[in-house]
C-alpha cells in the first residue's frame, strides 16, 4: 500500500520549482559580483539595500527585515564591519542595541551593485512579458502571505 507522502508529485508542486529558481538566481548573483570584481555576497548586498533605504536601523530590525535569526545577522554583520562595509553603534535610547550604518566603503559598494542587479534582472525578465511579470508577482505575493499566515497562526 501506497504512503500518503508517495503519492506527492512534487514535480508539479509549486515548491521545488521556487526552490530551484532561488538557487540557480542565487548562484547567478553571485558569478556576476565575482565577474565585476564585487567582494560582496547576496546576503550583504541585501544588508546594504534595507540599509541604503533606512540607515541606522537597529540591529532587530535589520534581523526582522531581513529575515535573519539574531545570531546569524550579528556574524553577518561583523563579516561586514571587517569589510568596512557598515558600522554598528550603540543606540542612545536602548544601550542594549546596536544600530547599523552604512560607511562611505557600503555605499559605494551598493552603488557598484545597482549595474550588475539590473543585468541579472534583465536577464531573467527577457522572455517574460509585463503581464506574466504582473502575474508571476502576483502568485508569489500570495505563497508569501499564505505562508506567513500559516506561520503566524502555530
Same mark, same amino acid.
Given at each position: 500500500?501506497? %504512503?500518503?507522502?508517495?503519492?506527492?508529485?512534487?514535480?508539479?508542486?509549486?515548491?521545488?520549482?521556487?526552490?530551484?529558481?532561488?538557487?540557480?538566481?542565487?548562484?547567478? #548573483? /553571485?558569478?556576476?559580483?565575482? +565577474?565585476?570584481? #564585487?567582494?560582496?555576497?547576496?546576503? /550583504?548586498?541585501?544588508?546594504?539595500?534595507? #540599509?541604503?533605504?533606512?540607515?541606522g536601523l537597529n540591529q532587530n530590525e535589520l534581523a526582522f527585515l531581513t529575515y535573519r535569526d539574531k545570531s546569524s545577522l550579528a556574524r553577518l554583520l561583523a563579516k561586514m564591519e571587517s569589510k568596512?562595509?557598515? *558600522?554598528?553603534?550603540?543606540?542612545?535610547?536602548?544601550?542594549?542595541? +546596536?544600530? *547599523?550604518?552604512?560607511?562611505?566603503?557600503?555605499?559605494?559598494?551598493? %552603488?557598484?551593485?545597482?549595474?550588475?542587479? %539590473?543585468?541579472?534582472?534583465?536577464?531573467?525578465? /527577457?522572455?517574460?512579458? %509585463?503581464?506574466?511579470? /504582473?502575474?508571476?508577482?502576483?502568485?508569489? =505575493?500570495?505563497?508569501?502571505?499564505?505562508?506567513?499566515? =500559516?506561520?503566524?497562526? #502555530?
Open positions: 500500500m501506497k %504512503k500518503e507522502f508517495d503519492l506527492i508529485d512534487f514535480e508539479k508542486s509549486i515548491g521545488p520549482w521556487l526552490g530551484k529558481t532561488v538557487k540557480i538566481v542565487d548562484y547567478y #548573483l /553571485q558569478e556576476a559580483f565575482q +565577474n565585476a570584481g #564585487l567582494d560582496l555576497t547576496k546576503e /550583504q548586498m541585501i544588508v546594504l539595500k534595507k #540599509l541604503h533605504e533606512k540607515d568596512k562595509y557598515v *558600522v554598528r553603534k550603540q543606540s542612545a535610547e536602548d544601550k542594549r542595541s +546596536n544600530e *547599523v550604518f552604512l560607511t562611505k566603503e557600503g555605499r559605494e559598494m551598493f %552603488k557598484r551593485t545597482r549595474p550588475v542587479i %539590473k543585468s541579472i534582472m534583465d536577464v531573467m525578465e /527577457q522572455d517574460i512579458s %509585463k503581464k506574466e511579470k /504582473q502575474q508571476i508577482i502576483g502568485i508569489l =505575493k500570495k505563497v508569501q502571505f499564505s505562508i506567513t499566515a =500559516k506561520v503566524a497562526s #502555530l
